[in-house]
């Protein structure tokens, strides 16, 4: 992937951190995007699609989004003629500071599966 924006930096930077603060995670793809992986399945990754470029991650639908306190997010909709992902959201540039929070959570998360 080419990109030289500074979300896809804050990603790299982050994603390489994460792996080698986890050992059991791995470096992944989702829709042909960077993405880290547990066992196999992917918690999080770097999307430019579905209306928001930042980080994509996977809470489950149990979640309670609006409790994040997030400003700027919505849920993952990378299919123009298929509903958006319920237990997937994308966090934009504007909470790129809650990034590693909310990527452990979504790690933590796919543990619990």
Do not use: C
């Not at 991650?57 to 298929?82: E, V």
């Amino acid at each position: 992937m080419t990109d030289d924006s500074p979300e896809y930096a804050e990603w790299r930077a982050l994603s390489a951190a994460f792996l080698t603060t986890h050992p059991d995670a791995q470096p992944g793809k989702m829709m042909s995007s960077p993405a880290l992986a547990l066992n196999g399945k992917v918690f999080a990754f770097y999307t430019t699609k579905g209306g928001r470029v930042g980080l994509g991650i996977r809470l489950g639908r149990q979640t309670d989004f609006a409790a994040l306190g997030l400003n700027d997010w919505q849920h993952l909709a990378p299919f123009k003629t298929k509903p958006p992902m319920k237990d997937w959201i994308v966090a934009g540039a504007g909470d790129q500071d809650r990034w590693p929070d909310l990527m452990q959570r979504a790690y933590d998360a796919m543990r619990r599966r």
